[in-house]
């Protein structure tokens, strides 16, 4: 069912927007803490050929072209997305721009994936798409069984468990993009599920597409800009 209406979102009217009204959802989204889904990636993808809202504030001459996305270490406070702008106080260096490989999803080419300057996992290039609606980084199951073994994991009924008296000394994780490398410590991918439980951040994917998620977003903050259909990465403060 698409509903036709006004919708606003931080302060902007966007005129003549479909909604999509869900009747059932898969199983999983009945523990998300959220009132819905809010698309960002291309036209292509939407539901019912249904404008996004992102290309309804463009073409009404509301915002300009690009998005940025700021996650903050704390899970519940100090995120932000800004419609037509960035903030560089969220941010130190310069961004670097990569090029996208399909425009559809946010989708990139990647080098490859070091640890210690060993290629460990998408050795000769893959494609991988940065996104915000995915927790972790997903992956092919070899190439994350590849990463989980290299940093010391353990899997455990499906998921990657690490000792927390291991953090300090465990391995950066080094993803290779269009000729630059963007790196995470042990303190980006390992997270805490329970007083005693401490797990990796790296996820069978069940394909060959990547999904460099919050994981990857909260240590680097990202523009998206559809102006010249690339992604902007800078290391995030």
Known sequence: MTLLLVQCVGGIQVAHQI??????????????????ILGLAYPQLSSSNAQPVFDNMVQQGLVQDFFSVYLSGNSHTGSEIIFGGYNPNHYTGSLVWIPLS???????????????????????????????????????????????????????????????NSISSMPDVTFNIHGSSFSLPASAYVRQVSAASFLTGFSNGGSSLWILGDVFIRKYYTVFNRGTNSVGLAKAV
């Open 102 to 164: 399909s425009e559809t999803y946010w989708q990139i080419t990647m080098d490859s994936v070091t640890i210690n300057g060993q290629v460990v996992a998408c050795s000769g290039g893959c494609q991988a798409i940065v996104d915000t609606g995915t927790s972790l980084i997903a992956g092919p199951n070899s190439d994350i069984a590849s990463i989980n073994s290299w940093v010391g994991a353990t899997v455990k009924n499906g998921a990657a468990v690490v000792n927390c």
């Open 19 to 36: 909604f999509g009204l869900s009747t059932t959802e898969a199983p999983f989204m009945a523990y998300m803490r959220a009132d819905g």
